[in-house]
């Protein structure tokens, strides 16, 4: 999981930093040369519509899907496992839904031959082929996910089980907050470390 939350990462931050370069680009020839490369927002919104499902996978893998558990932590332990278990359950089912509802519009793309109605009248299935690949595989985590809570359930590690499916507390936030600002100076002193002053020769 790991893996493959890191290589969505990557994934994601590539789309938006190309977008951007683009959109500072699409800015300079307007404003310098009163041109335009015609459909750098038809790229902007398939890349929203793409970091959107990656998004979703990137939040379900680090815990990030917003859970109110104002009563949550007042439960006992049977009835946070019960909660935890159907929200996992639930994430799996929509992303399944998800998935079978893009693919619908996939197939009528297909038949129709859909274009955009934009300059570039670029063939729907593309785009569509991309984000119906995000969505798949944020179904795909949600079902492995599913799948190994039900696991740890059948062998009785229910501590474990909410462990890692119940909402995110204030306390581990603040926790992994910390760690975060831990890490950035330990890193920031390390690179100052790195830089040693030129040594004057008499």
């Not at 999981?1 to 930093?17: H, P, S, W």
């Not at 998935?99 to 038949?111: D, R």
Request: aromatic share 8%; hydrophobic share 50%.
């Amino acid at each position: 999981m790991k893996t493959t939350e890191r290589i969505a990462a990557l994934v994601f931050g590539i789309i938006f930093v190309l977008l951007s370069l683009m959109i500072t680009l699409e800015t300079l020839l307007r404003k310098l040369f009163s041109t335009s490369l015609q459909g750098v927002d038809e790229l902007g919104g398939y890349a929203l519509a793409v970091g959107s499902t990656i998004a979703f996978t990137l939040a379900l893998l680090d815990r990030n899907h917003i859970r109110i558990d104002l009563i949550h932590t007042r439960l006992g332990s049977r009835w946070k496992t019960a909660l935890n278990l159907a929200a996992s359950l639930l994430m799996a089912l929509l992303a399944g839904l998800l998935c079978w509802m893009a693919w619908l519009q996939i197939s009528e793309t297909l038949e129709y031959g859909s274009t955009a109605q934009t300059p570039w009248a670029t063939p729907l299935i593309y785009p569509q082929a991309v984000w119906f690949a995000g969505l798949t595989l944020f179904a795909l985590c949600a079902a492995g996910r599913a799948w190994s809570g039900a696991l740890l359930l059948l062998r009785a590690r229910v501590a474990e089980f909410n462990q890692h499916f119940g909402p995110r507390g204030l306390d581990e936030e603040l926790r992994q907050e910390l760690d975060d600002i831990a890490r950035r100076s330990a890193l920031a002193e390390s690179a100052t470390a790195s830089v040693q002053p030129g040594q004057v020769s008499s």
